[in-house]
């Protein structure tokens, strides 16, 4: 009884708002005409009003967190039963703006995030995995694709730094960067738990209200780019600034649900796949399908990914165990890349360089396959048996676990009540199981990631949807209490979870269809870090000018 006080309280401070609202505005709320715009505005202010919730959540019932999960879904359900009736959207703003001084004044003031970090430094944070080994194939430098316009230089300079570190060392060496400044400042000198502290729910999308949206995923570098497909047979591409964040394009063309969707390189294309056993591409510009790609067995598609290093190649699994390499060009197989699993292919994904393909079936099953950079062709390499009977419904490769060590890693979803990390041990993509993270995960297809940054600072960090309607942040090198953060305020499982280029803004998307984007709190480097950066870059470039990488001993002495 204690504790449910201070929801008592909270929903006295609601009453209290809403009556502010009608003494101040009586006389004209009798001469408020219904309109679309109206309904329009509700539907943005109430979202405003639920992330103002959320940011105070934690504040609620300490002792008890379930009353808070309960308390933001119930929250959620009025407010969107509310928005409907159309009220005048100035009342609900002056609404929106009493109930944030009242929460103020009873739980305290929350810092809110500045302004993003200027773009002039972008590309010194550009993960260490899309960088590392970008020429080290010289067959790919020579394919053809859709190729990120605005960063090759980045790469290339990272690519020889990298290979400067770390050249001849035995996989998991440790890098000479225990104490560097660069990684200390790319970090901004915080814990991992300050780092993916989130200020709360940024904006709500719920265009595909009452069907599961199973993917959801940032664009290629970018902050505010942001794409979604649906059961509802749709994929969405919203813009998350300028502010308010809005539906940019919807792609529509698909006859059946939209199991997976990806982004090439460059932004400009976007592929989907579908229980209607088409593989579609889309120009995300102007929502224009581009070409319908009609699986020959006319079996359902479940999932597809690029080739990193060339995206006229594309490769989808489909319902029939069958695993095949498409031309998106061409809109033809490619000759000597098909393959068969054991069961429905449910998730795929590259290493960096696009060596080796992981892909995981509804048996239980991950197989590692060898991609010839120049035909295209798939070699079956390895198998390992997860958990018979369980489906591997996400796989995530990463290079760098942490900014100290190359620890090429694998990480997993598998249906078993347990998120999985596994070690690649070697080039033809055997798996060593490192750690296990518990999670409520038993039926869906529920995705993770790593995030993007973790390379640079201390500690590496993954997150994971859960059936349990909660966002989990886990720190993979901590032995005990592995948990960082837990975001609460979906409606149901939580199915799919993505990370913007830097960090500052998360997104996640669950089973009813609603998708949240959270913010992160103020933890940014600093404008001398900012510069340290760039002087760093500058005192390479003779390096690159002279054609030569620079050596161990410049290396050490630059970080």
Known sequence: MHENRFLWVDIAYDIVANLLIVSYRVGSVLAVASSTQSVCGMAAVWQQVLAVDARYNAYRTPTFPQFRTQYIRRRSQLLRENAKCGFEPGLRRQYLRLRSQLLALRYGPLSEQSSFRASSVRSSRTTLDRMEDFEEDPRAQ????????VSRGSYQLQAQMNRAVYDERPPGSLVPTSVAEASRAMAGDTTLSENYAFAGMHHIFDQHVDSAVPRLQFANDDKHLLACCSLDGTLSIMALSPRPPSVKVTLKGHVGPVTDFAWSLSNDIIVSTSLDGT??????????????????????????????????LTVVGNSKHHLQVVNISTGKKVKGGSSKLTGRVLSLSFDAPGRILWAGDDRGSIFSFLFDMATGKLTKAKRLVVSEGSSICSISARSWISREARDPSLLVNACVNKLLLYRVVDNEGTLQLKRSFPIQHGSQLVHSIFCPLMSFRQGACVVTG??????????????????????????????????????????????????????????????????????????????????SPPTHLEMTELM
């Open 279 to 312: 593989l579609r591409i889309w120009n995300t510009e102007d929502g224009r399908c581009i070409r319908e790609v009609r699986d020959p067995e006319s079996s359902e598609l479940l999932c597809c990914t690029f080739q990193p290093m060339n995206n006229n």
């Open 466 to 547: 859960s059936e349990d309607a909660c966002v989990y942040f886990f720190d993979v090198e901590r032995n005990t209490k592995a948990i960082v953060n837990k975001l609460q305020g979906h409606g149901g499982p939580v199915l799919d979870v993505s990370f913007n280029c830097d960090e500052s803004l998360l997104a996640s998307a669950d089973s009813t269809g609603m998708v949240i984007i959270w913010r992160r709190e103020q933890n940014t480097p600093t404008v001398a870090a900012e510069k340290f950066l760039l002087n760093k870059e500058k005192a390479l470039l003779p390096c690159m000018r002279h054609g």
């Open 142 to 149: 020579g394919v053809r694709g859709h190729r990120r316009s």
